[in-house]
């Protein structure tokens, strides 16, 4: 259990699925169950999934979408927003310890920013979580090239697409919250998302930009996004 304090509180947080996703029943949806890598949190009802397409490391596991537009506002839980900048030539990056349990040594590492092209930067070789007590570095095997300043909300993630949509495709949606755990002690989660067969309402699900929708060929009529 979660120490949140020794002073009597409440603690708004744990419902999700309040909301309703989905216009049809859910016995119409052709879905999948899946397994979640850990360390994203709690993923919500509605969200946009990628798979994890690395040669190694966590892949074969499910991991969120990342929308094709890279800024630094709004909810992007597959990605992780580096605490340092990258220079030109230079094959490590830090995120904060929490985030750096998002990847396993072998996943293939895309970087990203508000300027820069997505670049995969092949394999992670090394994660290192002692060296620093507030952060972790990171070592994958091809330099960048270009600089990655956290002033453009320079990020990192798995690999999870081709280079069309900055390596990042969307194979689903998910049908009710997810829970992969945060930190050293995060397990991963087992979801379950709908494929096809689904009529949702447009504004309850997350990050399905239009990238994704072509991905999953879905269209949306005025307040439905439909997957046929």
Known sequence: MVNRGD??????????????????????????????????????????????????GNSGEYVPYNPTTVDDGGWQPGRSFLVNSIASGESTFQVTLD?????????????????????????????????YTNKAEITFTDALTNGAPVGDAACAAVEAGDNTNSYSDCVGVLLRACETGTGEFAKGGNGVIGISNMVMYAGMTWNLDSAAKTDISA????????VK
Do not use: M, W
């Not at 603690?11 to 216009?23: E, I, K, P």
């Open 7 to 56: 002073t009597p509180h409440v603690y708004d947080g744990l419902a999700t699925d309040y909301r309703r996703l989905l216009y049809n029943e859910f016995d119409y949806v052709l879905s999948l169950p899946i397994r979640v890598s850990a360390g994203y949190g709690t993923l919500k009802q509605g969200s946009a999934i990628a798979k994890n397409l690395s040669a190694g």
């Open 99 to 131: 985030d750096s349990y998002k990847f396993a040594v072998g996943d293939d590492v895309v970087i990203n920013s508000t300027y820069l092209s997505a670049v995969n930067c092949g394999a992670i070789s090394a994660i290192d979580r002692t060296t």
């Open 219 to 226: 269209t949306t009529f005025g307040q439905y996004t439909v």
